[in-house]
């Protein structure tokens, strides 16, 4: 049986989706190391870094959500999901590191919310210019790789908005209020998806 430890409202959620598009039977740990000692003191046994999510897969530990999610995919995956073309795949590790190292920048996130009105701009120019970058890929295309929804789709998109958050990137920015319309579309399309209403209903 796979174990994914972490709350459903956080980066837990990212291989929670990854779990509920393959159709795997998973078993679901809620821990909430930031609330709770006892939870942290298993976490700590799990991760060193004592953070979540953390896959448990017969006797494997994983934790990093990406990894978690191209581990799921490359193990338990099948086209178009996860592709059978290794040229194609070499496209799946793009988009899905591209969001770690152009979006989800720990640092810029804690400048957009700081107190430096300078760092806060600039923090949010680079954020509106890699989303920029991502609606130019999506502009003749409708998914990441082409017509179906893949991974890199579910790794993107997770990364820009989870599934409580209305489809808004990082709960607040509407793509269509910046002239992203073809990342707005792309959204849609990806949170409209079975997996992500099942997750977003989580708690």
Known sequence: MITLYGGAKGRASRSMLALEELGLAYRHVPLEPWAKAEDREVLVG????ARVPVLEDDGLIIWESMAINLYLADCYGNAP????????????YQWSIWAQTEVDVAARHKARFGKAPEARARAEAERLGALT????ALSERTFLLGDSFTIADLNVASTLTEPWENGLVDGQ????DHGLNALGDWLRRCTSRPSWRCVGAMN
């Open 81 to 92: 999901f996860w592709p059978s073309d290794p040229r194609e795949r070499a496209r799946v």
């Open 133 to 136: 970058i991502l609606d130019r």
């Open 173 to 176: 920015l509407d793509p269509a």
């Open 46 to 49: 799990l991760n060193p870094n």
